[in-house]
């Protein structure tokens, strides 16, 4: 009884203090940043997602009270010619990771509601199948900042 306490404690602990990272019971994210381009360009978000349940996670939107428009997006560079087209779900298997990363795959925050700068934290509600969603804070980061 007293470990499974410890063990809510310290999942709490986690949760309140480190930023950029969430941990749920069946998902996590860390690394949640996202890339800040001047006036009003379309922004990116990039993050891990693992899936730590035993079952297929899909996740299939976005969305932020900081952003008229949120959607998932992939990268592509045919021809040379480079692209993105908007994904309708992304489905991780389980106990894998997904990673959203420049050139790849990316949220795309559109029409922002607010001034942003970097330093600022963003919340991001990303939304999966079966209507489970999860709260994310993102950091405002420059273009290119790792
Ligand atoms: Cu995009």
Known sequence: MLKVVANAAL????????AGSVHAAEVEVTDAKLSLLPGDL????????TNTSDAPLVLVGAESASFHMTELHVSTNEDDVAQMHAVEEIEVAPG???????????????????????????????????????????????PGAH
């Open 11 to 18: 999942r709490l602990f986690i949760l309140t203090l480190c």
């Open 96 to 142: 894998e990771s997904f990673i959203f990363a420049p050139m790849g795959y990316h949220l795309m925050f559109m029409h922002r509601t607010q001034v942003l700068e970097e330093g600022d934290s963003v919340e991001v509600v990303l939304h999966f199948k079966d209507q489970q969603e999860l709260q994310v804070p993102f950091n405002v980061v420059a």
């Open 42 to 49: 379309p922004s990116a978000g990039y993050f891990n997602l």
